[in-house]
């Protein structure tokens, strides 16, 4: 009971902090999460205040790899208790909760865009990016953008960035061996 107080009283200083001191509230959810149980490997780059992780049951189905962005308003789900509902309004009441709970990854240096939800079980590769607004099931590839709901790949994150951002590009091949 003190445990889960204490959680809910950091959960609430991040979203406090964070719209005032966005970096001092992004450290402060990388911290709190991190105790609550969520994995992380490395540093993510941002995570939103106003993010929000489904740790109903357990903060460690979700992982956050290093560099990795979380924009404002993202929701995270691990589970998914429908199937009780669908028994119970078909007369069968179960004593425990029947359904699923998966975990969630996003990979490193993964861009996950504002108000965009990743559903239980979705995968994010390296250097993906997902679009504002999208829904994602499943596995998104490394270096791949998807959109939509439900959102699907249009597009290799490195050809956007080649095409759009082209001072950036022939900088970044003057120090490396992209092509
Ligand atoms: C996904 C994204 C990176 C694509 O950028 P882009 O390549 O410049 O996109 P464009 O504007 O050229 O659009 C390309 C196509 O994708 C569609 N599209 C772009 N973003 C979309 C989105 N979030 N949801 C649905 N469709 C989207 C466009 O309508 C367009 O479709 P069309 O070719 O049929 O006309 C960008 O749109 C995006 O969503 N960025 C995230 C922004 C964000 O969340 N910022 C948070 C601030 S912290």
Redesign the pocket.
Known sequence: MVKKLRKAFWIASIRILGPLRPRWGSNLSVRVYRNAGMRFEGDPTFVASDAWFDGTNDYSLITLSEGCNI??NVQILTHDLSPYCVLAAMGRRERTPVGRRLPVRVGPHAFI??GAILMPGCTIGRGA?V????VVRGNVPDYA?A??NPATV??DARD?VKE?FLDEWHSLNSTSSVD
């Open positions: 924009s404002g865009g504002l990016v679009g504002a607004g999208s953008i959109i939509g249009i597009a956007y759009k």
